[in-house]
């Protein structure tokens, strides 16, 4: 936890979220422990958030052999790619037993979006209240889904609303 470049860029990022309770603090360094116990490799970076540094990890990985992100946190799904072998196992639902496996074709059914690109910009038009992200007024999840078929790419999108073009 703490700040991170994120913070930087804009000051409302996540300025909501409650503070970590004392319960949950203690445990974190406790379970550090625990886990390069069990012989599992541990990286945090000062000022980078998780998703950052696992982001690059799989940047670095991706298509030289298969990648499994392993999180409960919907922002990774913007890291799925079958051509690179990407995908994400989302236990928010099923917990680890359970887990989704999600890919380009799980994204398809969920959200109507093809790739994980596709979802980043989905998740840039609609915004994400719980971590002080606004997103563009009046559209939501499926408002986005729907002109990102349409027109290809958030780029696209921007260069259609410039141009007048009606949706
Ligand atoms: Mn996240
Ligand atoms: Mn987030």
Redesign the pocket.
Known sequence: SGKTFRNDLDPQYKANRPTMPDELRQQIEPLKAIVQGLGVKLLSIQGVEA?DVIGTLVERTAGRRPVEVVTG?R?LFQLVDDAAGVSVLYTARGGVRDADLVDESWLVQKYGLASGRAYAEMAVLRG?PS?GLPGVQGIGEKTAATLLENFGSLESIVKAAKAGVKT
């Open positions: 998703d946190d922002d994400d971590d």
